[in-house]
């Protein structure tokens, strides 16, 4: 369920408090050289407007993975940026199988298609 329209929507304000302290600084959301990475672990901040262009270190329970704001990203979540799970990949032995059959069929087939040119004398 969304946001009350009466609430408006969400920023942390300390989060806020950095991100005017970086806008009145010339960061890199005014266009000017310095990149600053704002730290964050409020995932639930909504992105504004003004943080486009921003970069933000934003936290997933484990490591601080880096999100650059685009225009695109206005209204949604910090945390919809940072996953909070690893997807390893589905199977087991039967799978694992299958990708090494399919992995020495694709050497192979490199090494057939080397060996004719090697083969042809001028």
Do not use: Y
């Amino acid at each position: 369920m969304s946001r009350s329209l009466k609430k408006g929507p969400f920023i942390d304000a300390k989060l806020l408090a950095k991100i005017q302290k970086v806008s009145a600084s010339g960061g890199s959301a005014s266009g000017g050289k310095l990149k600053v990475e704002i730290k964050t672990w409020s995932r639930d901040s909504t992105i504004f407007p003004e943080m486009v262009g921003m970069t933000f270190l934003v936290h997933n329970g484990k490591i601080f993975i880096s999100v650059l704001c685009s225009e695109n990203m206005v209204g949604h979540k910090l945390g919809e940026f940072s996953p909070t799970r690893k997807f390893t990949r589905h199977g087991g032995k039967m799978a694992k199988d299958e990708a090494m059959a399919a992995a020495e069929a694709e050497k192979r087939a490199q090494e057939a298609s080397k060996a004719p040119a090697e083969g042809v004398k001028k």
